[in-house]
Nanobody
Framework: QLQLVESGGGSVQPGGSLRLSCAAS????????IGWFRQAPGKIREGVSC????????NYADSVKGRFTISRDNAKNTVYLQMNSLKAEDTAIYYC???????????????????WGQGTQVTVSS
């Protein structure tokens, strides 16, 4: 079964940090660009970050630039999202998704994607 599984979410105070992981089963991630998305209650899903299949190219939403870092370890078949200086507005369910590699995948924030996970909750609150 082809699936992505997110982990690492939780509750943290403003200014804190979390590292999310996205692991794949049933296929290898190194053939795909991987993106992180989030959806807050009552809001549409938005792209947060995207990394190319090789890891050599990345893209970030303006709202997270300078605070979030996406990386990947293809040997471990895992992609990470390091989130620092978290704010209340970062509260959301975070999803990872796999997009077919293309020259425009990263610029397009990994849209369209073909596989996605069930999400992990991130709550930032004092």
């Amino acid at each position: 079964q082809l699936q992505l599984v997110e982990s690492g979410g939780g509750s943290v105070q403003p200014g804190g940090s979390l590292r999310l992981s996205c692991a794949a089963s049933g296929f290898t991630l190194d053939n795909y660009a991987i993106g992180w998305f989030r959806q807050a209650p009552g809001k549409i899903r938005e792209g947060v970050s995207c990394i190319s299949s090789s890891g050599g190219s990345t893209n970030y939403a303006d709202s997270v630039k300078g605070r979030f870092t996406i990386s990947r370890d293809n040997a471990k078949n895992t992609v990470y999202l390091q989130m620092n200086s978290l704010k209340a507005e970062d509260t959301a369910i975070y999803y990872c998704a796999a997009a077919p590699p293309s020259v425009t995948a990263v610029q397009a924030m990994c849209i369209p994607y073909v596989y996605w996970g069930q999400g992990t909750q991130v709550t930032v609150s004092s």
